[in-house]
């Protein structure tokens, strides 16, 4: 049987940590979403964002969403907005396992501090507004990361625990 693991949750969270991490577990590929957008767009993510301004962007990932439908043995780390946009939960949902890493906004704010300055929705704020943006992301997604199969602790993920959810799928 083929699969599709898909990490939700905000930026910061561990999706690509965790995801990298389950793929090696499982011996399945691993796809960062932005990456597979800046492959089809020959451009990166904050070029996207600078240039064509947000829509284009997440067009672009609503792309990438439907190309990783095609995958099998795969394990994908969605940008934090993904499932917040056209469709992309109910495909994602349909077409394979969805795991959110949920976090405090405590949490996240304590990640992101330092690593501000290559993610193109936060680069230019202070730390208090970027305190008071992921709260309000958080709560304008947060609806869309509950659609998820599974609800994680993102602080200290389990890979076993997580390894033990996914294959009991395959089953």
């Known amino acids: 049987m083929t699969q599709r693991i898909y990490f939700i949750g905000y930026m910061g969270s561990g999706k690509s940590t965790v995801g990298k991490r389950l793929a090696l577990k499982l011996k ?14 020959g451009v990166t993510v904050r070029k996207i964002f600078e240039e064509k301004g947000e829509d284009e962007f997440r067009r672009l990932e609503h792309k ?33 396992i969805s795991i959110y890493l949920k976090m405090t906004s405590e949490d996240l704010l304590k990640r992101l ?28 997604r947060e609806p869309y990361y509950l659609k998820s199969k599974y609800i994680i602790d993102g602080k200290d993920p389990d890979i076993s625990k997580i390894t033990k959810l996914v294959t009991k799928e395959e089953k």
């Open 28 to 41: 399945y590929s691993f796809v960062d979403m932005d990456r597979l957008i800046e492959e089809e767009a």
């Open 64 to 96: 990438a969403v439907l190309k990783t439908t095609k995958m099998n043995n795969v394990v994908v780390s969605t940008g934090g907005g993904a499932p917040c946009f056209f469709d992309n939960m109910n495909i994602i949902n349909r077409n394979g």
């Open 113 to 140: 501090k330092g690593s501000k300055f290559e993610r193109p929705l936060i680069r230019d704020l202070s730390n208090d507004e970027l305190a008071d943006y992921i709260k309000e992301k958080l709560r304008e």
